[in-house]
């Protein structure tokens, strides 16, 4: 059973517009979430954090949200670059991480 | 560059043979992990050493054993593999084993068995 799903497995967006990526969880003892962003042929490189006792945690031009009740947690890019094209993977857990199925992201010059 | 270097990148193996996966960081992480991905899945955590102990082992096979020599080094030893365990296997070692510390992933070593 997957315990972190990604539902979109492609996203395109415009540059400059805005990112929005989403993961659900299943279990809701879960206090650590993280993003990674993969390139091809390399493995996957933090992108940001949150933990249970936040909803909200901003670096730049990534913003991770939180919404506990749900299950559910986002990661908005804004404005989105053409470099931002990766797959994107969130990671929910506490000491042993499940990891989504990931999102392509596409951005369009 | 990757700080976790995994070698060799690519290997091919018989069912029959023995060979050894191998990871190395020298970031001062005490703890460090193995996952396998599938095309199009979710990287799944198969081990978890915690300050060179085993702490985690997701119910893998035992045709798939894990060694921890030292805080820089991972080995992951495979013998009488089959074709199903085709997959990238990724290492990758964090600051401590404490899910909020960002784990930082090799580029793999893509593995087919024949």
């Known amino acids: 059973d997957q315990q972190v799903k990604q539902n979109s497995p492609s996203l395109s967006v415009q540059e400059g517009r805005i990112s929005i990526l989403n993961c659900d969880y299943t279990?809701?003892?879960?206090?650590?979430f993280l993003w990674y962003k993969k390139y091809p042929a390399e493995g996957p490189t933090f992108l940001i954090s949150?933990?249970?006792?936040?909803d909200k945690n901003e670096d730049g031009r990534f913003t991770v949200f939180l919404n506990k009740s749900a299950k559910h947690l986002s990661l908005h890019i804004v404005p989105s670059q053409p470099g931002d094209s990766a797959v994107y993977f969130c990671?929910?857990?506490?000491?042993?991480?499940?990891f989504g199925a990931g999102t392509r992201l596409t951005v369009k010059p | 560059d990757t700080e976790v270097t995994q070698t060799p990148k690519h290997l091919v193996m018989g069912m029959t043979n023995k060979k050894s996966l191998k990871c190395e960081q020298h970031?001062?992480?005490?703890?460090m992990y193995w996952y396998k991905q599938k095309a199009k899945k979710p990287p799944e955590l198969m081990f978890v050493?915690?300050?060179?102990?085993?702490?985690i082992n997701e119910s893998v096979p035992s045709r798939f054993s894990p060694e921890c020599p030292n805080s820089s080094l991972l080995n992951l030893h495979l013998h009488a593999l089959q074709p199903e365990d085709s997959a990238l296997y990724l290492c990758?070692?964090?600051?401590?084993?404490?899910?909020?510390?960002?784990?930082?992933f090799g580029d793999g070593t893509r593995l087919s068995i024949l």
């Open positions: 050493y915690s300050y060179e102990k085993l702490s």
């Open positions: 990758a070692s964090s600051l401590t084993p404490v899910g909020n510390q960002p784990q930082h």
């Open positions: 970031m001062g992480h005490r703890a």
């Open positions: 949150i933990s249970s006792i936040k």
């Open positions: 279990n809701s003892m879960f206090d650590y």
């Open positions: 990671a929910a857990g506490n000491n042993d991480m499940r």
